[in-house]
């Protein structure tokens, strides 16, 4: 009798231990995959503020007194790549929007300038810009789902238990610039 109880209880507690685990691991893994979703966020918006200075040196080839403009866009290009890296998620946010806002300035500068938007050179860094703009929103996407996943984890029962032991806890979302 006495060894069958002991069976139960070393049974009982190898199931807790491969359920701790499970689960530490389970939650490590979620907290990894959204850090390599901000991570491809990361890698687009250094792509974007890589085509800025080309953008800002064919623009100004064209338009040489729109200063304010050109200004604007490399100090938002600044702050975007400043924050890049960086581990708050408002923040990138927040540079991305200011980025977005000094880029309008500078794309509308193509129908005040016709011989600018007849360029090829501005053509084709609008092109990439746009190419780029669609791979961020699918990271920004990929990162959401992957944040969702981990905060639905971390609210959960057992998870919820679990979480503190693992170093994890539950990450904002990333919120669209527009």
Known sequence: MVT????????LAVAVLVGFVVGYNKLRAA???????????????TRRAALIPALVQTVATFASHET???????????ALA???????VVQRSAAERDLDSALT?????????????SSANFLNLQENLADTEN?????RQYYNDAVATLNRLVGTIPWVYLAPL??????EYYRPPH
């Open 68 to 78: 304010a403009v050109l200004g604007r866009v490399s100090g938002a290009q600044a």
């Open 166 to 171: 693992a170093g994890v806890s539950e990450r």
């Open 105 to 117: 300035g500078v794309l509308a500068l193509g129908s005040s300038y016709p011989q600018l938007n």
């Open 4 to 11: 069958l109880l002991l069976v139960v209880v070393l049974v």
């Open 31 to 45: 907290d990894v995959r959204v850090a390599e979703a901000l991570g491809g966020i990361d890698v687009e918006l």
């Open 135 to 139: 791979k961020l929103a699918f990271a």
């Open 82 to 88: 400043s924050a890049t890296g960086g581990a708050s």
